[in-house]
Structures are given as structure tokens and as C-alpha cells.
């Protein structure tokens, strides 16, 4: 047996090819991590968020650049050292002999990946399929639903362009009709939301499209409002998770949806290249799988899983992500990232010829937010942010949003973000003086 492979075996619990507890086990930095917040167990939530101490040494299980400052983790987010030190060993152990190791030992460790992923979402394991991003899941219920030529689909401009793009293309091929609303976020009243949503639907609506958070803006949407107003009408709802799970507290049946799909390599900090689909079980049997098998009509959530070969490696690393996650906490993690936010946008909003866009109540925002100065185009600020001072951004230009999108993760430091307000602070006294 090679030292590479000795080691694997000892340090996940592997033996003789079996897997018999795959996905708990843990190195040393998930251990640390549990060990930081014992330390801090006497702090309340509020406290902890604005415990620097505290943050740091969370910052110390990310391996970020110190060349730049990264603001746009509402791309992608970076992983905990730990989720990447589970990668790059379960990829060395499958290169050993990849058709076996992948198929008879890794995959033994989806079904207790299928659980941890059910225990936080807070459904049955036979309601998540478990696949590589927020597209691939809501595509697979877009193109799986039963629709007809005339029937409407309602959803807004400010939706992600990958579902939009589908939406349109089930237009063109199906003759189903959509109804867009189009929205001026931020929005700090839920019934102008709702009532929006309700003043869309008709006696032809089937099926109602809601982004959970805009990735654009931050806006956090009233989900199970807008779901209840939706099934008293016999509508079915598909929610877009990308940007709220892993940053928000919830419950996906709490919602009252039908259908879920999110990526986990945005707030969860899993690989690059995870996902996840949840669906109503009841409504599984109706949705035809995007990649078919030999029974596409089975109620059995695993038909949405016939990818061929998948990436084994990304999988079981996700495993270690939830750990990392779990420890720190949903509630104090949503209470952190909201400090961030906050913190920051307070600042700027007081610089002469800065705008920032936000909303301040709990309900309406959490972690991203947007800003836009006098005298720049998005993409100057965005640019001059980064090439005097290293903070990466994005801008953004979209229906109704035009701002500089700034989204901060855990590892953010507080001096991070003194200098991301002070850069705004000279690029706008710069455009004053001129």
C-alpha cells in the first residue's frame, strides 16, 4: 500500500474498501474551529458579531491572498482550508485506481451527504438530489415541469440570467407564456412585494418564480408570502436558493415552495462546482429528470442524480464544508455577515457623491449590498477599486440596478473594510474637486 493511500485510509476511517462513516470525520482545523466557538460559547449572537478576536481566528481557516482585498464573494466563495485539504486528498485516492475508488468507496459517502445536506435544509433526505450548481438544479425543474402551450409562468427581470434564459427558451419551444414584473429594489415594504406578485398572477398562472435573494442587490424576498398567496391559487412555486442558503436562517418546507435549487460553493464555502435540488416529495413523479435514466417518472429523488461520471472528490469535500459551517452557526454566521454589511454602508452612505443600496432591516438584507459615486461609470469605480487599492469587486448593470456590488464572507476583516470606505472616500473627493 502506498504512504499516500495509508495515509487517506487512517485519516478518513477508510478500510479494507469500506466506507463505514465517511462523512464525519474530521481533521484538525475542523476541530479548531469547534474549539473557537466553545471559547466564545458565554458571547450571545449580537456579541459575537462584532468580536474581532473572535472573526480573526475564523479568518486564519481561510488560505486568502494577502495581495488583495476580495469583496465579490457573491461569485463564488473561497473554501476553509479544511474542505480544501479534503479535496486534494480524495482526488489523490481516486487517481490511484479512479473506476474503482470512485465508484466502490467515494460514492458510499452520497447518501451520508444526502443527510447532512437534509439536516440543514430541514427536510427528508428523500427530498434532496445533490447536484453541481443552482442552475443545473432549477434547470431540472424549468424543463421538467409539465406545461402547455398558454400557460403563464410569472417571474421578475431582476432574476438570475441562466433561469431567465430557460424560462425563454421553454417560451419558444412550448408556446408557454411568461410575465415578467419588474422591480425598483431596494424595497423595505413586503406587501408592495407580494401585492406585485399577486397583481401578476391569472386564472393561466401554473407556475411562479422567485428568487430568494437578488444576487445583484441583496434584496431578500418575502418567499413563503408570495408561496401562500401562490397555492391558494393552485400555483406552483420554484425557488431560486443560489444567494440565501448557507447566508440566511431557514427551513426550506418552512418557505412553502414546491421546488429549491442552490448552489454550495457560494455561502457554504463547499467546492467549487456543488449544488443541490430539493423537491416537495409528493412532486417528485411529475418532474421529468434533465438527465434521464431508466425510470424518469419514479418518485425517487435520486433520478435527478444520472450525470454520468461526476466529480466524486467535490462531493465528499463538500461533507467537510458543512462541518466548517456548522460550527460556526447559521444564526451567528447570518448575524456576522450582516454586521459586515452594515458596518461598511454606514460609512459610505455618509461620503458626499457616494450611494449605497441597501436596506438596513433584517428582513430586506443581509450580507451584499451596492454603491455607485458621482463622476464614475460602474466600471471606472469598479476598476479604480481595484487598481489603487487591490479591493475586487463587481459592477453591476442590470434591470433597474446599476451600482458596484460589494459582498463580504467571515474571513472579511474589519480593516478590510476601513479601506474599502476610505478608497470611496478619496475616489469621491477626487470627482468633487473637479
Not at 463622476?375 to 487599492?389: K, S, V
Request: glycine share 8%.
Amino acid at each position: 500500500m502506498s504512504n499516500s493511500r495509508r495515509s487517506f485510509l487512517r485519516t478518513s476511517g477508510l478500510a479494507a474498501g469500506v466506507l463505514p462513516f465517511f462523512g464525519t470525520a474530521l481533521n484538525a482545523n475542523a476541530k479548531d474551529i469547534g474549539s473557537i466557538i466553545k471559547g466564545y460559547s458565554h458571547s450571545s449572537i449580537v456579541e459575537s458579531s462584532t468580536d474581532e478576536d473572535f472573526w480573526n481566528e475564523v479568518r486564519q481557516a481561510y488560505t486568502i491572498s494577502p495581495s488583495i482585498i476580495n469583496l465579490n464573494n457573491g461569485g463564488v466563495s473561497p473554501q476553509p482550508k479544511v474542505v480544501q485539504d479534503a479535496l486534494d486528498r480524495y482526488n489523490r485516492f481516486s487517481n490511484e485506481g479512479p473506476a474503482y475508488y470512485m465508484w466502490r468507496i467515494l460514492d458510499q459517502g452520497r447518501e451520508p451527504l444526502r443527510e447532512r445536506l437534509a439536516g440543514l435544509a430541514g427536510c427528508s433526505p428523500e427530498e434532496i438530489a445533490i447536484n453541481r450548481n443552482a442552475t443545473e438544479a432549477l434547470d431540472t425543474v424549468i424543463f421538467g415541469l409539465n406545461l402547455k402551450p398558454g400557460d403563464e409562468v410569472v417571474l421578475t427581470k431582476q432574476d438570475y440570467p441562466n433561469m431567465l434564459n430557460a424560462w425563454k427558451q421553454r417560451e419558444k419551444r412550448d408556446g408557454i407564456k411568461l410575465v415578467f414584473i419588474n422591480f425598483e429594489f431596494p424595497i423595505e415594504n413586503e406587501s408592495v412585494i407580494v401585492e406585485a406578485f399577486k397583481n401578476a398572477f391569472t386564472e393561466k398562472t401554473k407556475v411562479v418564480h422567485i428568487t430568494h435573494v437578488i444576487n445583484w442587490i441583496g434584496q431578500i424576498q418575502p418567499v413563503k408570502a408570495i408561496a401562500n398567496e401562490a397555492k391558494k391559487r393552485g400555483i406552483e412555486v420554484l425557488v431560486d436558493g443560489a444567494h440565501s442558503f448557507g447566508q440566511i436562517g431557514f427551513k426550506i418546507p418552512e418557505l412553502g415552495c414546491d421546488y429549491f435549487g442552490t448552489s454550495l460553493h457560494k455561502w457554504l464555502s463547499a467546492p467549487f462546482g456543488t449544488g443541490m435540488l430539493w423537491v416537495k416529495k409528493e412532486k417528485i413523479s411529475k418532474i421529468w429528470p434533465l438527465f434521464p435514466g431508466d425510470k424518469p417518472e419514479s418518485d425517487d429523488i435520486r433520478k435527478f442524480e444520472t450525470q454520468g461520471t461526476r466529480s466524486f472528490p467535490t462531493e465528499q469535500a463538500t461533507g467537510q464544508a458543512i462541518t466548517f459551517h456548522e460550527s460556526i452557526g447559521i444564526d451567528r454566521k447570518e448575524a456576522r455577515l450582516r454586521f459586515l454589511k452594515n458596518y461598511w454602508t454606514k460609512q459610505a452612505s455618509e461620503i458626499e457623491g457616494v450611494k449605497v443600496f441597501t436596506s438596513y432591516k433584517p428582513e430586506f438584507a443581509c450580507a451584499i449590498a451596492g454603491v455607485s459615486a458621482t463622476g464614475y461609470t460602474l466600471a471606472e469605480l469598479d476598476q479604480a477599486l481595484f487598481n489603487r487599492f487591490k479591493i475586487f469587486t463587481v459592477a453591476i448593470d442590470w434591470e433597474n440596478i446599476k451600482l458596484v456590488r460589494v459582498t463580504p464572507h467571515v474571513y472579511t476583516s474589519i480593516q478590510e473594510l476601513d479601506k474599502l470606505v476610505h478608497g470611496l472616500e478619496i475616489l469621491a473627493k477626487e470627482k468633487g474637486k473637479n
